[in-house]
C-alpha cells in the first residue's frame, strides 16, 4: 500500500475550517484515500474515504486532486471537540480476499484553539 | 458508541501472569483485528482474523496469543509479558470486502495494559 506524508501538527481556530493536507504521490489506481481521527485516549474514528471523485458526508468533505497524489480532508467549521490525531491512509481493494487492514502512520495533531 | 466492546478497560498485570482482554462486536461483521499502540508510537497492526481464521499475524511475540471462537468475538491472551508491552491494545472490526466494495474498520475504545 502506498505510503503517505503529513504534516505532524497544525493549529486551527473554532468556527475555522480546518484544511488538513496529505501527499500520497505513490497511489495507486486501485487504492483508496481513509481519513481517520484518534481522539486522546480512545479508538480511532472513520471519517471519510474516497477514490478519485470529491466525498462530503456529515463529518467532513474530502478533496482529492486529479492525478491523485494528494488530498485534503476538510473540516468545515471546526469545534474544540475537533482536536485529534487524523490519519491519512491508502489502502488497496484486493477483492474478495481484501480484510481491509489499515497501515497507520504519526498522522497530523489538529488542535483546535478558541 | 461504536459497535465493538473491549474489556476490561483498564488492566495492570505483573510479568507472571496470565490475562486475557476480550473484544466484542455487535455489527454482524466478520473480520477482526487487535492493534497495539505504545506511547508516541503510530498503531501497530498485530493479527488479523476473516470468517474466524487468523489471516495474518505480524511477527508478534508468542506471549500474545490471539483467539477468535467466533466473528463476533476476539480475545487476545496475555502471558509472561514484558514492561514494554505496556500500551492500549484496540480492537477492531470489518466486513471481509467484495469486489468493488470498500470497508472502514470501527475500533473500540482500547483496553489500556500496564505491565509491572
Known amino acids: 500500500d502506498a505510503k503517505t506524508t503529513q504534516p505532524p501538527s497544525m493549529d486551527c481556530a473554532e468556527g475555522r475550517a480546518a484544511n488538513l493536507p496529505c501527499n500520497h504521490s505513490?497511489?495507486?489506481?486501485?487504492?483508496?484515500v481513509y481519513w481517520y481521527r484518534q481522539i486522546h485516549s480512545q479508538g480511532p474514528q472513520y471519517i471519510i474515504h474516497?477514490?478519485?471523485n470529491n466525498e462530503t458526508n456529515e463529518m467532513a468533505s474530502l478533496i482529492i486532486t486529479e492525478d491523485r497524489k494528494s488530498s485534503t480532508l476538510i473540516l468545515p467549521h471546526a469545534t474544540l471537540r475537533d482536536t485529534a490525531v487524523y490519519y491519512c491512509i491508502v489502502r488497496r481493494d484486493h477483492g474478495s480476499s481484501n480484510t481491509g487492514k489499515l497501515i497507520f502512520g504519526q498522522g497530523t495533531t489538529l488542535q483546535v484553539k478558541p | 458508541e461504536t459497535g465493538v466492546t473491549q474489556t476490561p478497560r483498564h488492566l495492570v498485570m505483573g510479568m507472571t501472569n496470565k490475562k486475557s482482554l476480550k473484544c466484542e462486536q455487535h455489527l454482524g461483521h466478520n473480520a477482526m483485528y487487535w492493534y497495539k499502540q505504545s506511547a508516541k508510537k503510530p498503531l501497530e497492526l498485530m493479527f488479523v482474523?476473516?470468517?474466524?481464521?487468523?489471516?495474518e499475524n505480524n511477527s508478534v511475540p508468542s506471549r500474545f496469543s490471539p483467539e477468535c471462537p467466533n466473528s463476533s468475538h476476539l480475545f487476545l491472551h496475555l502471558h509472561t509479558l514484558q514492561p514494554e508491552d505496556s500500551a492500549l491494545y484496540l480492537c477492531?472490526?470489518?466486513?471481509?470486502?467484495?469486489?468493488?466494495?470498500?470497508?472502514?474498520?470501527?475500533f473500540g475504545e482500547g483496553s489500556r495494559l500496564t505491565v509491572l
Open positions: 505513490t497511489i495507486s489506481g486501485n487504492e483508496y
Open positions: 477492531a472490526s470489518s466486513q471481509v470486502i467484495h469486489e468493488k466494495n470498500t470497508g472502514e474498520l470501527f
Open positions: 474516497g477514490l478519485k
Open positions: 482474523y476473516s470468517l474466524e481464521e487468523r489471516v
